[in-house]
C-alpha cells in the first residue's frame, strides 16, 4: 500500500492550492481517506475525509466553506482543493486511508484508526 501526496506549495494569504493523493494497493471500494495536517508545534489534526464507495464527506470547522475534498475512483486519487487560505493552514497535510471492511456508518475522524499514511507535503501560506 502507499499513498503519495502532491501539491503543496507557497501561497499569499487569501490564494488557493490543490493537493492529491495518489493511492496504490487499496479498493477505493472500500476504504475511507482522510486529509491531516500537522502545523511546527502543533499536533497533527484532522481537515477533511471522504468515502468514495458512497460519497460521504465531512470538514473540520476550521477549514468548512474553504476546502474541497473530491475524489476519482479510476484514478484512485483523492483531492484536497483548498482557497481562501490563511496563515494558520501553514502546515505539513497527510493523506491517509483506513480499511472499512464492508460496513461503514459514516467517515472515520479519528487519526488512531488510520492504517496507512503518505509522507505528507508542506503548505505555506504567509505574505
Known amino acids: 500500500v502507499q499513498l503519495v501526496e502532491s501539491g503543496g506549495g507557497s501561497v499569499q494569504p487569501g490564494g488557493s492550492l490543490s493537493l492529491s493523493c495518489a493511492v496504490s494497493?487499496?479498493?477505493?471500494?472500500?476504504?475511507?481517506i482522510g486529509w491531516f495536517r500537522q502545523a511546527p508545534g502543533k499536533e497533527r489534526e484532522g481537515v477533511s475525509w471522504?468515502?468514495?464507495?458512497?460519497?460521504?464527506?465531512d470538514y473540520a470547522d476550521s477549514v468548512k466553506g474553504r476546502f474541497t475534498i473530491s475524489s476519482d475512483n479510476a484514478k484512485n486519487t483523492v483531492y484536497l482543493q483548498m482557497s481562501n487560505l490563511k496563515p494558520e493552514d501553514t502546515a505539513v497535510y497527510y493523506c491517509?486511508?483506513?480499511?472499512?471492511?464492508?460496513?461503514?456508518?459514516?467517515?472515520?475522524?479519528?487519526?488512531?484508526?488510520?492504517?496507512?499514511w503518505g509522507q505528507g507535503t508542506q503548505v505555506t501560506v504567509s505574505s
Open positions: 491517509a486511508a483506513v480499511v472499512l471492511g464492508g460496513s461503514w456508518y459514516g467517515v472515520v475522524t479519528e487519526e488512531s484508526e488510520y492504517d496507512y
Open positions: 494497493g487499496l479498493s477505493f471500494d472500500d476504504v475511507c
Open positions: 471522504i468515502i468514495d464507495a458512497d460519497g460521504q464527506t
